[in-house]
């Protein structure tokens, strides 16, 4: 699995202190609504220009398509959810340390980031697709004209 960032070393999150992990989750939150609004755009896409296309396998393509937009537009913003709850306990555990089990609250740290970096690959894989059926679409259905 590709790491979301490169760490210095593999024990990182254990041993790293809390206030680089909070501004790691930090950076985690930015992405996470890079990628939402990404996803927003594309959905935006699809909406505005579905009803152009004329033939029925091109409709069932972009269906399938906006479905998976949809899955992970729902998948980003739960993520959102979880990070920000995730940074609020960060938090916490910086103005009383001893409120959490540190372990533990860092084997979550992994795990979340790690949900993250797969969010992020479906995100890009996505991405390749919407544009692959985009050209496809626009190409078979001469949509030039209404696009530009």
């Given at each position: 699995?590709?790491?979301?960032?490169?760490?210095?070393?593999?024990?990182?999150?254990?041993?790293?202190?809390?206030?680089?992990?909070?501004?790691?989750?930090?950076?985690?939150?930015?992405?996470?609504?890079?990628?939402?609004?990404?996803?927003?755009?594309?959905?935006?896409?699809?909406?505005?220009?579905?009803?152009?296309?004329?033939?029925?396998?091109n409709?069932?393509?972009?269906e399938?398509?906006?479905?998976?937009?949809?899955?992970?537009?729902?998948?980003?913003?739960?993520?959102?959810?979880?990070?920000?709850?995730?940074?609020?306990?960060?938090?916490?555990?910086l103005?009383?340390?001893?409120?959490?089990?540190?372990?533990?609250?860092?084997?979550?740290?992994?795990?979340l980031?790690?949900?993250?970096?797969?969010?992020?690959?479906s995100?890009?894989?996505?991405?390749?697709?919407?544009?692959?059926?985009?050209?496809?679409?626009?190409?078979?259905?001469?949509?030039?004209?209404?696009?530009?």
């Amino acid at each position: 699995m590709l790491e979301l960032r490169m760490r210095p070393k593999n024990n990182y999150i254990f041993e790293t202190d809390w206030d680089e992990l909070y501004v790691l989750t930090e950076h985690w939150m930015s992405d996470l609504q890079f990628y939402a609004d990404d996803l927003r755009f594309f959905r935006h896409l699809i909406d505005k220009y579905f009803i152009w296309i004329k033939e029925q396998e091109n409709q069932r393509e972009v269906e399938k398509i906006l479905f998976s937009v949809i899955e992970l537009t729902d998948a980003a913003q739960d993520l959102l959810k979880k990070t920000a709850k995730h940074r609020d306990h960060i938090k916490d555990i910086l103005e009383e340390p001893f409120t959490y089990d540190s372990q533990k609250f860092r084997e979550e740290h992994q795990k979340l980031e790690d949900e993250i970096s797969d969010f992020i690959k479906s995100c890009r894989k996505q991405r390749k697709e919407v544009f692959s059926v985009i050209e496809h679409v626009i190409d078979k259905e001469g949509l030039q004209e209404i696009i530009t």
